[in-house]
């Protein structure tokens, strides 16, 4: 369920709440609180099986119980400038929405289609990383753990990243079309608070197979 | 579906025309709470009456030794099928889906629930989800591994087929229902949180609502952490992922976790509403104030908090580290101080109260009585030593029965006596609804109270078979089986004469003091004509009845 519809139906709710925050704003981080727990539960899944093989990453070819060849296919290149453009991609998405509160509307455009445009650079950039890791390192989801949570944990979040750049168009056609704005800032709210989630998870995913794996 | 033949009053504007069509979106499109909740309760019973004859089916096998009612193959997807339709499509959505809908924007004042429309599509999830999970009997067979799907049994195939089609089906089943009661669980989140009345502060919400609170937070961070579990499983039996492959690195042991961190507090989903149904009848029969309404509320965030900590005690034979062992079995025992101060609270309210036994109370009392005995043998079980002896055996199954026949069941049917007037606008015979409890409870205990005796004797659950010498036990449990489905029938009989031709029911049948009472009996569509002002707490039975201002008329349409 996207959160647009969220945002609609509390259109028609009570003006008066008890929180003072409207229904849509809370359901949105409830939902981004339900999110949390799917990428927890999946995050626990990879750190127990880190900690319960006797080597990570798991090796590749043992000669007796020596371990000879070490599997360590990741390069940390593309994934850290990745995380440069995602990370951007969060700026730019806080300043379009501060700007689209202090009525400033090109700017937040202009700073709306950065977003969009370095959202599908990380995306980008994700593809040529799985396309080298399947060709040359033949590392895909069948082959060990490895591969099974890294594709499981990275995929999910560019599923995520996707719904998010789907969600970032409908609100720059919606805002066009003067269908958000000033007088409705719920759906720009919540976009934001979602992009700057996915952002958050990509951090932790990037700590989890890049800076923490030997 | 019944509830056209109820003539239930919800004005559904602009459907007065005719025509089928106009009879499904105002009996099953409708985005009313209350209609929701009926059709969520009509559903879940629907499913509990399939999977209450598997259950009869299952002790037909079981009654006597070396019988061949059912093959093996067969008697283990009864067994799976019972235990997952009863908790997944039967007790959760009929506590949180059927009860919650109903009753919790009256209890707090709200014209409805804060998204309408995500309640519809999260109700529409549920029948498709529960077909699906019978689909599996279609295709070879359904799942077979228990309702806990413990790989490496649940990944592999069956003989005779490229893919475990039923296992498949569970799987997609419970991700549907998963998604149906997250979608619940945010909407009746924010629905408490941000849409009480005026006046409606959280020392005077109901203790239902307390208790929808704390099960509604649950869900939301525990039910996404299952449907993660179940993709991760689906992957490994379609694509053949390695995350439970030992070979590759997998471990079996995962899926345990993650499932039972889903389950545990899945326990507590299905209690708590049921705690509160009871906290609702025990004042309103004995004429008190509910005694310690504070204590109960925050035991059910302790509970909820507790919830999350405890789920390895499910695993002590399973093998698990010693000192983790040490470390779950006395968080598991504290679960018993909050548990413990909600019993003696109850207790305490029935104390020197004007009692009146009629079914709601009698219900309650049932649940009281045969809750606390699945408590106390849950402590049994969480003790490491008892544990290893006895978690394969049918300890195991008396204990589970009696907290979640015992206790959920009893709530349900305790709150339907309750509410039915409510919800129908008809009142039931009382002399058939006091027949159904007596049945029930007496052939309850019969049923599964020599359970833990054959289990303390050494009998093994979940098999399809067993050895001669508890041949008289399981006789003696299946005759009591059988009189506690045919005590449902008393039930179902009682209901049907109720709806054609039972006695009109007054806006307030049993006296009680929480806003639902103040409206008429079935409510009006928008619920409340005028918005309820509170003033007091909701068990004052010590003050006039119009303590919280306003009286809404009845019939009258001023916010509609």
């Excluded at chain 1, 999110?35 to 000669?63: D, H, K, N």
């Excluded at chain 2, 002790?59 to 059912?70: D, E, F, I, T, W």
């Excluded at chain 2, 035991?299 to 002590?316: D, E």
């Excluded at chain 2, 006789?475 to 045919?486: E, M, P, Q, R």
Aim: contains cysteine; charged residues 10%; proline residues 6%.
């Amino acid at each position: 369920m996207s959160a647009t519809s969220v945002a609609t139906e509390s259109a028609h709710g009570p003006t008066r709440t008890n929180t003072g925050l409207s229904n849509g704003l809370i359901g949105v981080m409830c939902f981004l609180t339900s999110e949390m727990a799917l990428f927890g539960s999946l995050i626990f899944m990879y750190l127990y099986v880190r900690r319960a093989s006797p080597s990570w990453p798991p090796c590749q070819m043992t000669v007796g119980n020596h371990c000879a060849a070490v599997y360590s296919p990741f390069a940390w290149q593309y994934p850290t400038v990745n995380t440069v453009i995602l990370l951007s991609s969060g700026v730019t998405m806080h300043f379009a929405f501060q700007a689209l509160r202090r009525g400033r509307m090109r700017a937040m455009y202009t700073l709306l289609i950065a977003t969009i445009v370095l959202g599908l650079a990380f995306l980008g950039g994700q593809a040529y990383e799985y396309t080298n890791l399947i060709h040359n390192e033949h590392l895909t989801m069948a082959v060990n753990i490895y591969g099974a949570t890294f594709y499981m944990l990275t995929g999910l979040h560019g599923a995520h990243v996707t719904g998010g750049i789907i969600f970032l168009l409908v609100l720059l056609i919606g805002t066009w079309k003067g269908r958000f704005g000033l007088h409705k800032p719920m759906v720009p709210h919540a976009a934001t608070l979602y992009w700057h989630f996915v952002d958050a998870v990509w951090v932790v995913l990037f700590a989890l197979f890049y800076l923490t794996v030997p | 579906m019944a509830t056209a033949a109820i003539g239930l009053g919800v004005p559904d504007h602009a459907q007065s025309r005719g025509g089928s069509w106009a009879w499904v979106r105002r009996y099953i499109l409708s985005t009313d709470h209350k209609v929701i909740g009926l059709n969520y309760m009509y559903t879940s019973i629907f499913f509990f009456i399939i999977a209450g004859l598997f259950a009869e089916v299952i002790r037909m096998n079981l009654a006597q030794p070396g019988s061949k009612v059912v093959s093996p193959d067969v008697f283990n997807q009864l067994t799976t099928i019972h235990g997952s339709a009863m908790i997944f499509l039967f007790t959760i959505p009929m506590l949180v889906g059927g009860f919650g809908n109903f009753l919790m924007p009256l209890m707090i004042g709200a014209g409805d629930v804060a998204f309408p429309r995500l309640n519809l599509l999260s109700y529409l999830l549920f029948p498709p989800a529960g077909i699906i999970m019978f689909l599996g009997f279609l295709f070879g067979g359904a799942a077979q591994a228990g309702w806990t799907s413990y790989p490496p049994i649940s990944i592999q195939t069956p003989p005779g087929l490229p893919h475990d089609y039923g296992q498949i089906c569970w799987l997609v089943s419970v991700i549907f229902v998963g998604v149906s009661s997250t979608i619940t669980a945010i909407n009746f989140l924010v629905t408490i949180l941000n849409m009480r009345t005026r006046g409606m502060s959280f020392h005077r919400l109901p203790l239902f609502i307390w208790a929808m609170l704390v099960t509604v937070i649950l869900t939301l961070v525990v039910t996404p952490a299952l449907a993660g579990a179940l993709t991760v499983q689906l992957l490994s039996i379609v694509f053949g992922i390695p995350f439970f492959d030992p070979a590759k690195g997998g471990n079996v042991l995962l899926w345990q976790h993650m499932f039972w961190f889903y389950s545990h507090p899945a326990v507590y989903i299905m209690i708590l509403p049921g705690m509160g149904i009871i906290s609702e009848i025990i004042p309103v029969f004995s004429r008190k104030p509910i005694f310690g309404y504070k204590a109960i509320a925050y035991s059910s965030a302790a509970i909820g908090v507790l919830a999350f900590l405890v789920w390895a005690h499910h695993m002590f034979t399973s093998g698990i580290q010693p000192w983790l062992e040490t470390y779950f079995m006395f968080a598991t025992m504290i679960i018993a101080v909050p548990t413990g101060i909600k019993v003696f609270s109850w207790v305490a309210t029935l104390f020197e109260g004007k009692l009146r036994l009629e079914s709601p109370l009698l219900f309650a009392l049932g649940f009281v009585s045969t809750f606390t005995i699945g408590g106390i043998t849950g402590i049994f079980l969480a003790a490491v030593p008892v544990d290893l002896q006895e978690h394969g055996t049918y300890f195991l199954v008396a204990h589970l029965h009696y907290v979640l026949f015992g206790g959920s069941v009893f709530a349900i049917f305790s709150g339907l006596y309750m509410w039915w007037p409510k919800m129908t606008g008809r009142m039931l015979n009382e002399k058939l609804s006091k027949l159904h409890f007596w049945l029930m409870y007496i052939s309850f205990n019969c049923t599964f109270f020599p359970m833990h005796i054959i289990g303390l004797l050494g009998m093994p659950r979940r098999v399809a078979d067993y050895d001669p010498q508890f041949g008289a036990f399981n006789l003696f449990i299946s005759i009591s089986a059988f009189v506690l489905g045919a005590s449902f029938l008393v039930f179902f009989y009682n209901a049907a004469v109720s709806l054609a031709r039972g006695e009109k029911a007054p806006a307030n049948p049993w006296g009680g003091r929480t806003l639902e009472w103040t409206v008429p009996s079935p409510p009006g569509h928008g619920n409340f004509a005028r918005v309820p002002v509170v003033s007091g707490g909701p068990y004052d039975f010590t003050k006039p009845a119009a303590w919280f201002g306003p009286t809404p008329t009845e019939g009258s349409e001023e916010l509609t």
